[in-house]
């Protein structure tokens, strides 16, 4: 009991901590914050906006071919991961994994360990894409701060080291199933047969998706996604009239990102903030002020990556009848006539 309540009060401490530090380095320059707001551009946000949507689009394009032996319709992938993404931003724990889950469980009939798969190595693309965004806008940023250099160098060996490992697993998936049969023989059935099920789903998944070209598509739209979604940082430059260019928006875009993977509050507040406004106030010559800095993170972090997608989220779930506790959960069991009512609703 004491331990679930550490894990569900240390990333909000953490959050609420790095918060009171950013608010501690703005001193008197809080206030400053809303006429920082009014003098920005407002008329470009609306293109970041878009822009990050194409981007998730991608990712949805991604998604379809971590699900090879499943047709699924496009835009049923992608209104499964903006609730993901919603949900991650309202709810604790990142439970936006489970609610993507649950959601192709419902409409697809997709096994929970299939999806689970899927979402491993998406986790395992998206870190090696932003490593190779941020050590090439290491090399073309005038004056990058030293410490993100030795950021880059960890976090790229650790994805790197994670994508040996799936790609081990995806071809010797026979391991993860005996590995699941030795655990779950020796459990109580109503566990060990789930358990077994499960790891069968998601060593079939990752085996069908280690084709080399198929590897290659994916880390391609990989980039793209992560290169769109980065130029709406590019984009709330020019909205503030900062020393914009696009290495420097690949720079701070991948720190704030890669600050995501550090325990938080829902819609990583705290640690998202931190990261963003120092990195962008350390990697310019020109001395940005701190309330600048910080009303640039609000319209990047709040106005256009967050609202728009709870927003977009919470109509698809309103769309779908569906409530946060349902989608939260691990996928139940569906009859025939459901299955079938829910994939012609999908």
């Not at 919603?86 to 709810?91: A, H, L």
């Not at 109503?190 to 880390?219: D, K, N, Q």
Request: with cysteine.
């Amino acid at each position: 009991m004491i331990a679930r309540s550490l894990r569900f009060l240390i990333p909000f401490a953490i959050s609420a901590g790095l918060l009171i530090l950013l608010v501690y380095f703005l001193g008197d320059q809080l206030s400053a914050i809303p006429g920082d707001l009014l003098k920005a551009d407002w008329s470009l946000i609306p293109a970041a906006i878009a822009l990050y949507f194409v981007g998730i689009w991608v990712r949805s394009v991604r998604w379809r071919l971590l699900l090879p032996e499943h047709s699924v319709k496009l835009f049923t992938l992608f209104r499964a991961l903006v609730v993901g993404l919603t949900v991650n931003d309202v709810v604790p724990l990142r439970a936006g994994e489970v609610a993507r889950a649950y959601l192709l469980a419902r409409w697809c009939r997709i096994p929970y360990g299939t999806t689970v798969a899927s979402l491993v190595v998406e986790r395992v693309l998206d870190g090696l894409s932003l490593a190779v965004l941020l050590l090439i806008a290491l090399t073309l940023v005038p004056s990058p701060p030293p410490y993100l250099l030795v950021g880059a160098v960890g976090a790229t060996a650790i994805f790197v080291t994670a994508a040996t490992l799936l790609a081990l697993a995806a071809w010797r998936a026979s391991a993860i199933m005996a590995l699941a049969g030795f655990v779950g023989r020796r459990l109580p059935r109503r566990f060990g047969t789930p358990i077994e099920r499960l790891a069968s789903s998601f060593a079939r998944a990752l085996a069908l998706v280690h084709s080399p070209a198929r590897l290659a598509r994916m880390l391609g739209l990989s980039l793209l996604a992560w290169g769109l979604e980065l130029g709406v940082f590019f984009v709330v430059m020019l909205s503030f009239r900062l020393p914009a260019s696009y290495q420097l928006a690949l720079l701070v875009g991948s720190a704030a990102n890669f600050s995501t993977l550090v325990p938080s509050s829902p819609g990583y507040a705290g640690t998202f903030d931190f990261a963003l406004t120092r990195v962008l106030q350390d990697a310019v010559a020109i001395p940005i002020p701190t309330a600048t800095a910080a009303a640039y993170d609000v319209v990047v972090h709040y106005a256009i990556l967050i609202l728009p997608v709870v927003v977009v989220g919470m109509l698809v779930l309103w769309r779908s009848h569906m409530t946060f506790g349902q989608i939260t959960h691990t996928p139940e069991r569906f009859t025939p006539q459901e299955a079938e009512a829910n994939r012609q609703a999908a």
